[in-house]
């Protein structure tokens, strides 16, 4: 494989809402967008980058936004690009399943990260799974400073530890990677690794996110929009567990599915990258279909 360096532009920031920046990944893969989000007494940073350097140069870059403010920082799930960087910031906190996650599955994903060679794997060199400083259940509330921010576990959906983290008075959304723009949702479908995403779970995400109302959102990866944002990942959603379970209940063979879906899919967003990840979700949603075949007769 011969990725782009993920290099993250801290140069580019851009202010999304008063004081709510957004370091945007300019539609470069490996990148995700990262959040900096500044009260009076405390500034808090939402995803890493890839690696000690760009998390280096993330942390830079907030510390002279904050000039002197307490920093934290969170993530918005345990993906490489997200959190593989938290190490190099002096407060790092997440939620329980998400703290679960990099434990368990972070030493897997970093050998899977460095088998992709090249730029990846160098930003990767002497890169560690990061460990929390603290750790949180249910939904956490941080007072920055005549600012309140709400860290928001949103239960199985991209992957088992997803938060969302909202600035309420700024109606801005960090989705993390349960929403992208101009991309096929990314199903980290790993079988036998890592099976723990579900198309299902996330639906239902997508519907409590859009009925919250936020003004601004700023996806994982992708330009940052309004609320149609959540609307287009939801629907798509919709549309491929839709074809996927209508073809299923005809007794289709896996791989013709996934070539009919793929052909529908790609028709009807012809502009978006990530065709790759259609047979991902495919995959995914043929076993939760099996799994709930399974409920239903017991
Ligand atoms: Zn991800």
Known sequence: MNLPDPLVRVSGAVEVAADVLVIPNNDVGLVPNIGVVCGTEAVLVVDTGLGADNAAEVLAFASEVAQGRRLLLTTTHFHPEHAFGASAFPSYLVNRAQADELRHKGSGYLEMFRGFGGAVADRLNGTEVPVPDEVFDGVHTLDLGGRVV???????????????????????????????????????????????????????????????????????????????????????????????????????????????????????HPEWVGQEWIELGVGCLCAEASRLDGFSVD
Request: charged share 25%; glycine share 12%.
């Open 150 to 268: 709400v860290l928001r576990p949103t239960g199985r959906g991209h992957t088992v530890g997803d938060q969302v983290v909202e600035v309420p008075d700024a109606g801005v959304l960090f989705t993390g990677d349960l929403a992208e723009t101009g991309q096929f949702a990314i199903f980290p479908w790993f079988p036998p690794h890592d099976t723990d995403v579900s198309g299902v779970g996330w639906i239902g995400v997508m519907d409590r996110l859009i009925a919250a109302g936020p003004r601004v959102v700023v996806p994982g990866h992708g330009s940052a929009g309004g609320p149609e944002v959540l609307e287009v990942v939801r629907d798509y959603l919709c549309e491929l567990r839709d074809e996927t379970w209508r073809r299923r209940d005809s007794a289709m063979g896996v791989e013709e599915i996934v070539a009919e879906v793929r052909a529908v899919l790609v028709e009807r």
